[in-house]
């Protein structure tokens, strides 16, 4: 092939003058990867790779700039992503040209490409590659798809595999060994320099990628390999001999050095442990769950298998690497209460609106905190959001919580640091490891108090506090898919409202029938609050397994009869208002089929405290013959009969 | 302050196994496993053992589970795995944890005198070695990679041959 030979002739002439060297290899490559079927192209790669390895000391100026070539011929118009990789014409021969650039170029510039490389990859650009390439697939292209390297042990097995995906994997997989490759072959008085701008690379990745990825497990690994596999580089050979430093000051530099590297990889490895899973929720919170419940745990699957494997070993790589987690968990959690040190007392806020202003502050007082917090940011410092994971993790190994009787307002500003600043940022920046850990540690003060204790604590708390936690709570479990977790999540709610003064609980079920975002929130509100006027002692039925203060817990005599909301005429009277709301709103034009299901969900509350003898037919009339304006299924008519009766 | 002689831990059925019995004895001391990929240095372990143990030195090892999970097996499994693939003959003692809340307090003084690279007290992987002194002193700490018999001239030089 004329482009071959063009290589060939290009690597003994132009040797000596490598930037005409890299622009003829650029513009073959261009031309080959416009116009040639795909055994060409893999004929010219293999032309590549033999020129590479015959000519290292090429490679050595050149390598860093052939990064960038090599990553065209990952296209999806040049790739069959659904054969497997040894099969590909393209793939493996590609993988040995990077593999000669690793071995042989300068490993300093090799590495600061592959860093800026891995620094700009995203989930994003590659899902757009992958379907603009299937619009413009040509039937050559498509052709092409069918043939497997002449090489390779031909195989008939297809995988299923997402493009972005697939490209994206590959191509994390080669500049993450890339890399790991250049750091080992460094040598050099400022290693930090380099770590410090392969960690920076790593966690932009992980930042832009982590919950796209579909299998954030493979992304786990690498990070925690290249922490745990890391070792500084030598000094150079001649550093002394060459070096205006006396042997003095590089020896200070070479203990400052430690030193920096010692931050980055603990800042790696505590990033890996927040970051690198954030579409997944921790396991640690359903295994303390079914512990405290005595309720089976769920099997775990493949995946969550070796996802707790992995989070098993990046636990231990952090204490391997000195990480004090209880210290570093107890200075976040008191960093958590600094955040909301100044807010007011509940005496100061007098009325309602100032309460909801001050909700409103609440909700994001940790987001502005945190964009301070990093502008201001010059050390190296562990990630908050993997100290928190980390101190989860800790429940998987040892099946008991770090710190037994967190208090509960320790909990709660945990929580809310965490998780309210997800209001205000962009998707990709929302975190499932970090928020069922802060539900984790809810849980955990949930439990491991004494119900004194906890009614204590939180009746001290400001109630607009309370609320906001109780708020985000609901909101973000209004998204959730997974039945499981929902039900989890509800209960928390409804313990905590067990918990809390009963006007406090009333105010905040009051508050968010009105004014919940969303209908189906109202409605998961309605049986919350049904619960809670029913209920006499919820706890009973879910006693604490892991201390044994709860299955002690008794009520004075004195509240055994009452409930944990009692409804009076003017709680009565509020709540019908608030219904015959609902039913305006499923009248309205714009309504919808959430709107009318919580019309029916307020006949059904109803019809549940009448049944229970908590409501008498006559105090709700008016919401009865509010119903009549609208159009009722069934069961509901059957519901509103017994009403009437 | 604790010494090494003063660290007494637990030999594989639970017995007291104090260091006071190595006084004037060089003393390499591994946290192993039976499935790690550095599972073959326990025949290195094994020949300089049988080489130098009646001229001084003692290898012992520590049974370990925080990385990888890789030493899963109860001390008769151990014992087994470590009999039955490379005949070792040097006291594998009980499983303990080497990093961690309830890190062994032989651990615990081994880290504290010596750190590993970057200035880490903690272990990193299984067969990260200590090497003592005659008098008790930590001298040398090496990581998984080194294979013991690079360690045999500076265990000659300890050993005065």
Redesign the interface.
């Known amino acids: 092939m004329q482009f071959c030979e063009d290589l060939v002739d290009a690597f003994k002439t132009q040797k000596e003058d490598p930037v005409e060297l890299l622009t003829t290899i650029g513009i073959l490559s261009e031309q080959v990867n416009e116009n040639c079927r795909r055994l060409e192209k893999r004929q010219f790669i293999i032309t590549l790779l033999e020129e590479l390895e015959r000519n290292p000391v090429v490679v050595e100026k050149i390598g860093w700039d052939l990064c960038g070539e090599l990553m065209t011929f990952l296209d999806p118009r040049n790739i069959n992503v659904s054969q497997p990789l040894r099969s590909s014409p393209i793939i493996p021969h590609v993988m040995r040209c990077f593999n000669v650039v690793a071995l042989h170029g300068n490993p300093k510039q090799v590495l600061l490409t592959a860093c800026e490389l891995l620094s700009n990859l995203t989930f994003e650009e590659e899902d757009k590659a992958a379907r603009d390439a299937e619009k413009t697939k040509t039937e050559k292209d498509r052709e092409d798809d069918a043939i497997a390297d002449p090489n390779a042990d031909l195989s008939e097995h297809v995988l299923e595999r997402e493009p972005a995906d697939f490209f994206i994997g590959i191509k994390m997989h080669i500049l993450f060994e890339l890399i790991s490759t250049s750091m080992k072959r460094l040598s050099t008085l400022y290693p930090s320099k380099y770590l410090g701008v392969a960690v920076s690379a790593i966690e932009s990745f992980i930042t832009n990628n982590g919950s796209s990825i579909d299998d954030p497990n493979v992304l786990l690994r690498r990070v925690y390999n290249i922490c745990?596999s890391y070792?500084?580089p030598e000094l150079p050979e001649d550093a002394l001999k060459n070096s205006k430093l006396s042997k003095e000051e590089i020896e200070r530099l070479s203990e400052d050095e430690?030193?920096l590297?010692?931050k980055l990889?603990r800042r790696l490895c505590t990033f890996a442990a927040g970051e690198c899973t954030k579409d997944v929720n921790v396991r640690a919170e359903p295994e303390y769950f079914a512990a405290i419940t005595k309720t089976n745990s769920i099997e775990n699957s493949k995946f969550y298998t070796d996802l707790i494997?992995l989070q098993?070993?990046l636990f231990?790589?952090s204490?391997?690497?000195?990480i004090d987690i209880?210290s570093e968990f107890t200075n976040c959690i008191k960093e958590s209460k600094r955040i909301y040190h100044a807010l007011p007392k509940e005496s100061e806020v007098t009325n309602k609106e100032a309460k909801q202003v001050i909700g409103q502050a609440v909700f994001k007082l940790s987001y502005t905190y945190q964009v301070q917090k990093l502008a201001h940011e010059m050390d190296v410092q562990l990630d908050p959001a993997g100290v928190l994971a980390l101190a989860t993790f800790y429940y998987s190994e040892?099946k008991e919580p770090l710190i037994k009787e967190l208090p509960i307002e320790d909990s709660i500003f945990l929580y809310l640091r965490f998780v309210t600043p997800y209001f205000f940022v962009p998707k990709n920046l929302k975190n499932k490891t970090v928020e069922s850990s802060a539900r984790f540690w809810l849980w955990v003060s949930l439990t491991q108090n004494s119900i004194d204790t906890l009614r204590k604590q939180l009746s001290q708390l400001q109630s607009f506090i309370v609320h906001t936690l109780l708020k985000t709570l609901l909101l973000r479990n209004c998204n959730e898919g997974n039945d499981r977790l929902r039900m989890m999540t509800f209960t928390l709610i409804t313990r905590i409202l067990c918990l809390l003064p009963e006007e406090s609980a009333f105010e905040f079920i009051v508050d968010t029938l009105e004014s919940f975002p969303f209908p189906h929130g109202k409605s998961y509100m309605l049986v919350i609050f049904k619960d809670l006027i029913l209920n006499k002692c919820p706890f009973d039925h879910a006693v604490n397994e892991l201390t044994s203060k709860l299955s002690n817990l008794t009520i004075s005599n004195s509240k055994e009869s009452r409930s944990f909301i009692n409804l009076d005429n003017e709680k009565v009277l509020q709540v019908q208002k608030l219904a015959i709301t609902a039913i305006e709103n499923a009248n309205a034009t714009t309504a919808k089929q959430t709107d009318i299901n919580l019309v029916s969900n307020y006949l059904g509350f109803f019809s549940s405290l009448l049944e229970h003898n908590k409501l008498k037919v006559k105090s709700i009339e008016d919401f009865k013959s509010k119903l009549k304006s609208i159009k009722l299924s069934d069961g509901d008519m059957e519901k509103l009969q017994k009403l009437s009766k | 302050m604790t010494e090494f002689y003063d660290l007494a831990p637990l030999d594989s059925k639970c017995n007291p196994f104090p260091f006071q019995q190595f006084k004037g004895k060089v003393v390499l001391i591994v946290n192993v496993a039976s499935r790690c990929g550095f599972t073959p240095q326990y025949a290195e372990l094994e020949a300089l053992y049988k080489k130098y143990n009646d001229k001084g030195l003692v290898v012992l090892g520590f049974p370990c589970n925080q990385f990888g999970g890789q030493e899963p097996g109860s001390a008769e499994d151990i014992a087994k795995f470590c009999s039955m693939n490379y005949g070792i003959t040097f006291p594998i003692l009980q499983k303990i944890d080497v990093n961690g809340r309830n890190e062994n307090p032989v651990y615990k003084f081994l880290k504290s005198r010596k750190a590993g690279l970057l200035g880490f007290r903690g272990i990193k992987w299984n067969f990260e070695k200590f090497l003592i002194d005659s008098e008790g002193t930590v001298l040398a700490r090496y990581p998984s990679l080194t294979k013991p018999m690079s360690i045999e001239p500076t265990i000659e030089n300890l050993l005065n041959l």
């Open positions: 745990r070792e500084p430690t030193i590297q010692n990889l494997a098993s070993r231990n790589l204490l391997a690497f000195d209880e040892y």
